[in-house]
């Protein structure tokens, strides 16, 4: 019997040992995922920013099945043109597993408010739920997701354009191998878009659909140009005879349907240039409020009588196909310049 005793005694001992021993190793690895976490969290974004410095206060926990951020003040500068916006929100929190500290999914928990960097208010965006889904492979992020749903913008000045709300939208960024090298590829789509200034234009409160997609080649940022700054990255970008390629841009509201494909690039004095394909059908009742015929088919007959193009004898036509080119900071449509000017983004 006491043989027996002690053998369990024994069995017991090594069990929790095993345990224990099982224990130290688990600790060890979520200390090291953790770590790994925190040193993506630092890698430098095209603007010399970090993930670790948009947040007033960082932790890391969630010890011991999973990896949780914890990240309070978040400030993230976004550069537009000659000046500095910045978007911020009380809190933001992210989920990483253990097994893979390069994935993590941040949601932000608050309305993001976005202030000059005088302080002085921009705009408003609240929603019912907002994440980015972050994905690195070594030193490289090579897949960005954000989603939201029920997005309202409230613009709080001029510059902000006009207030509009949205049901869902997915937003992907993922870095692609192309014949000019590595590219930059974009994928936009949002439902249930509701703008009410074009709602009162037509007279219908229908949501519309806004689809965008395309590339940015060459990719907008080496690692040695990470530190830089966004303008030193932009201009050797631009040097790089860098070009944005959308495939396509599509709204759809209601009967109202446009079109849009071509590239834009940076002229040397750092305006767009371009040329733009539009295509637009069903809007003859955009038309008809702005005092223009209502058959686009008779719209596009003036414009080619303009142009010094043969009069188009199909009057009963709904589509408009036009070409917008940019260049040396003007608008032409077609040979017909516009009275605006394009300025410099930087």
Not at 7 to 20: D, H, P, Q
Not at 58 to 66: H, L, S
Not at 170 to 182: F, I, N, T, Y
């Amino acid at each position: 019997m006491k043989i027996a005793a002690d053998r369990r005694g024994r069995l017991w001992l090594l069990a929790l040992g095993g345990l224990a021993g099982l224990g130290l190793i688990w600790t060890g690895l979520w200390f090291f995922a953790a770590q790994r976490l925190s040193n993506h969290l630092l890698l430098s974004r095209a603007d010399g920013a970090t993930l670790a410095r948009l947040c007033g206060d960082k932790q890391i926990g969630g010890f011991p099945f999973r990896l949780r951020l914890r990240c309070a003040g978040f400030a993230a500068p976004l550069h537009v043109a000659n000046g500095q916006i910045i978007a911020k929100a009380d809190e933001a929190n992210g989920e990483a597993s253990v097994f893979a500290p390069n994935h993590i999914v941040l949601s932000l928990t608050s309305p993001l408010t976005f202030v000059r960097a005088n302080g002085s208010s921009f705009a408003r965006m609240e929603y019912d739920h907002l994440s980015v889904d972050l994905h690195w492979s070594g030193r490289q992020l090579v897949d960005t997701v954000a989603t939201a749903r029920g997005v309202n913008w409230t613009p709080e000045a001029p510059a902000a354009l006009v207030p509009f709300k949205l049901q869902s939208l997915e937003v992907q960024l993922k870095p692609v191998e192309s014949e000019a090298g590595l590219a930059l590829r974009f994928d936009m789509l949002g439902e249930g878009l509701q703008l009410p200034v074009l709602n009162a234009i037509l007279r219908a409160d229908t949501p519309g659909q806004l689809k965008a997609s395309g590339d940015i080649r060459p990719f907008p940022a080496s690692e040695s140009e990470i530190t830089q700054g966004w303008r030193v990255t932009a201009e050797n970008w631009r040097e790089k005879q860098g070009t944005i390629n959308f495939e396509t841009i599509e709204f759809v509201d209601g009967p109202l349907q446009l079109h849009v494909s071509g590239p834009l690039s940076l002229d040397e004095a750092h305006r767009l240039a371009g040329r733009l394909n539009i295509q637009a059908s069903g809007a003859g009742p955009v038309m008809a409020r702005l005092g223009l015929p209502a058959q686009i088919g008779q719209v596009q007959g003036i414009l080619g009588a303009l142009f010094g193009a043969p009069p188009k004898t199909n009057s009963g036509s709904d589509t408009l196909a036009l070409t917008v080119t940019l260049a040396q900071g003007r608008i032409s449509l077609g040979p017909l310049r516009l009275p605006w000017a394009l300025t410099p983004l930087y």
